[in-house]
């Protein structure tokens, strides 16, 4: 089977949109050498980028292409909700095996305009090259309004640590799905979670538009990897208190599968949900929920810079990052 | 050896920029979700990724890291010329074995370092991880006035077809590297040019406020990949004159090796000169060289589609892409 890269070009052009289909920001999309992106008045540009590669980030027997295209633009999307922004434009660099240009990339491309619709982002060009493994960097483009983008370094001394969502969801779903003999089974909800993570758009634009939060930004290697990293940009420490993390099912279905809910909660990666840090005065008008997605203070910001766990039995350790970190496996 | 991903972030915080480190354009830089950029008034963002990886793209045993970091900010730098933009900020995606987190990565992020200085474009963000391969995605977002950056597809029949520089220099100069035993040897002019490229910034940019060009794209792949490419941009083809076409040391360095120096300048992939358009009453006044970079007509568009190359002989044949596509290896 042989392929050309211009005809490469033209399929993904053809499913993510034609050439010069434009937003109200994009003026010039795929088939130039460069895409052009016309920001609003008064409006900073968020920039970011991610990996998704095949063997690191999902594995080609366990994942479908559907959920490779989706996942790999959520991830990145999910990078935007954290700053509180609004995603705007993707550009997407693809290596493929020519095993891989047929019925794989015509899937991949439906989940990844699935994904381009659902964030209402849209393809504005990319590179793509062959290669033995699917490779895949995807950068998106969004926008805040100036100076109201939420940094993670604003947490002060005594604020709440607040969580969406409940935590080790997507690594129970991952678990389930590696003991699963196919690949296929996404109509279990955490399985789900782990294939086709929704970023916290509008969460993060609401708590970044009300000034709610001081400090926010997106849980993707696990709690105990991230909240570390929160705390550092703020020079301050943390305090979490484990009985109030929310877990996966309340815990029953990880203690099902003799997994530890509460080791899920705090290392488990790929949630997506925000981790954010909110004043006492604030906490006591914030609802418990928003949109469907629960809110829930698990822990406060000290003075630093040591981040522990309070136990159940009154007892203290340290949080040790035990989430995902690619160079320590 | 045993590395942690902060560890490798903060090297190349070190190396390339404090975090925070603030250019007019970039407010936040690499330790966030994302990095902010504000857009100058009245400026069109302009967004380019490229990929740059190991054994497709260069070689582990022939490409010193000087050159690796040097030459994967150029390529995609040279996207920004192309549209006649100036780069204002770059994402760095970088998968990297353990082992070479250590001398290996000191030395590209120093030619990465060198090439942005060169290009006054500062690193704002990116992704690590580790892969038994190197493999590298940059993005870069530059700007240029609403409205003014050059698109492939504004030529129109009868306009000259310009080339600037010499065509097939950085290809001979890889052919002149894999004949060498060392990977040092980058006193070569030729081994320098596909070693360490020089987008065509100042150029581009001066084309594109003059108004003297119609289209415009940078030859990455080669002309006879990329003629063809603005041609189906405008819808118009074009006629090439061989005898015309610059060559690498007038032909004579290839001749000596046994190539074919117009074989060279036409397939020759990494360049990075300019390919653009001037309708006939702006070439009469258009200089023949521009800060001492030739500036040559090497044909002339005309209705189209096709694309043929006149020979020496007075014949004429289709100009068949014989450049670099990743999926005819």
Not at 70 to 98: E, H, Q, T
Not at 151 to 157: K, T, Y
Request: glycine letters at 10%; a positive charge.
């Amino acid at each position: 089977m042989r392929v050309r890269e211009t005809e490469l070009v033209e399929k993904i052009h053809r499913v993510l949109g034609r050439r010069h289909e434009t937003s109200r920001e994009v003026r010039l999309g795929m088939g130039d050498d460069a895409a052009l992106f016309r920001a609003r008045e008064g409006q900073e540009i968020i920039l970011t980028c991610d990996w998704f590669l095949e063997g690191t980030h999902f594995l080609r027997d366990k994942h479908r292409p559907l959920s490779v295209g989706w996942k790999c633009l959520a991830r990145a999307v999910s990078d935007i909700a954290a700053m509180g922004g609004v995603p705007r434009c993707f550009l997407l660099s693809l290596a493929l095996p020519v095993s891989h240009t047929g019925r794989w990339l015509d899937e991949f491309l439906t989940g990844l305009r699935r994904a381009s619709r659902k964030f209402r982002c849209p393809l504005a060009g990319g590179d793509t090259t062959r290669r033995n493994e699917v490779l895949i960097s995807v950068t998106v483009a969004g926008d805040a309004p100036a100076d109201s983008a939420m940094l993670r370094s604003g947490a002060r001394p005594g604020e709440l640590v607040y969580v969406s969502g409940r935590l080790g969801e997507a690594d129970l779903g991952l678990q389930l799905l590696k003991r699963s003999k196919t690949a296929a089974k996404s109509a279990n909800p955490l399985i789900r979670k782990h294939l086709y993570p929704e970023p916290r758009l509008a969460l993060g634009q609401w708590l970044a538009q009300k000034r709610l939060a001081t400090a926010m930004m997106d849980i993707s290697d696990g709690l105990s990897s991230d909240l570390p990293r929160l705390c550092a940009a703020g020079g301050v420490g943390a305090w979490l208190e484990s009985a109030r993390i929310p877990q996966a099912g309340d815990g029953d279905i990880a203690r099902k599968y003799g997994l530890d809910p509460l080791e899920l909660a705090l290392h488990g990666g790929d949630d997506y949900e925000l981790l954010f840090t909110v004043p006492p005065h604030k906490a006591k008008v914030l609802p418990k929920s928003f949109r469907g997605v629960m809110l829930t203070p698990v822990g406060r910001i000290t003075k630093g810079p040591n981040v522990v766990v309070g136990e159940e039995n009154g007892r203290e350790r340290p949080l040790v990052a035990g989430g995902w970190d690619p160079f320590q496996r």
